[in-house]
């Protein structure tokens, strides 16, 4: 499984950016995928998951209301929208599946089996 994440950039705050992650292989639809963002001298952290088939979405307190994760099955991807974006945003933003089949989408980055390369927001106020 390879994940190439894309979209990352430089913008102000309150603006907005939209991230995608293309992922190969064929069973995708199957999997849970989420996002997780590392800042700098920062620990990495959850942001957002979806579950198989887009049944649940979950987030983390600090993006609820301001980003989206959706997936399109049909072109392998998985997005994050990022809107009212803040300087606390900026980081390495990694998405990742987790192959386990579970009932829920996981929080925990050790669920996580497949990963990204990450790609930088950088939000400046």
């Known amino acids: 499984v390879q994940l190439q994440a894309s979209g990352g950039g430089s913008v102000q705050a309150g603006g907005s950016l939209r991230l995608s992650c293309v992922v190969s292989?064929?069973?995708?639809?199957?999997?849970?995928m989420g996002w997780f963002r590392q800042a700098p001298e920062k620990e990495r952290e959850f942001v957002a998951a979806?579950?198989?088939?887009?049944?649940?979405?979950f987030y983390a307190d600090s993006v609820k209301g301001r980003f989206t994760i959706s997936r399109d099955d049909a072109k392998n991807t998985v997005y994050l929208q990022m809107n009212s974006l803040k300087p606390e945003d900026t980081g390495v933003y990694y998405c990742?599946?987790?192959?386990?089949?579970?009932?829920?989408?996981?929080?925990?980055?050790?669920?996580?089996?497949?990963w990204g390369q990450g790609t930088l927001v950088t939000v400046s106020s």
């Open positions: 979806v579950s198989r088939r887009a049944s649940g979405t």
């Open positions: 292989g064929r069973t995708f639809s199957s999997k849970i």
């Open positions: 990742a599946v987790d192959s386990t089949i579970r009932s829920y989408a996981s929080r925990n980055e050790p669920d996580y089996d497949y």
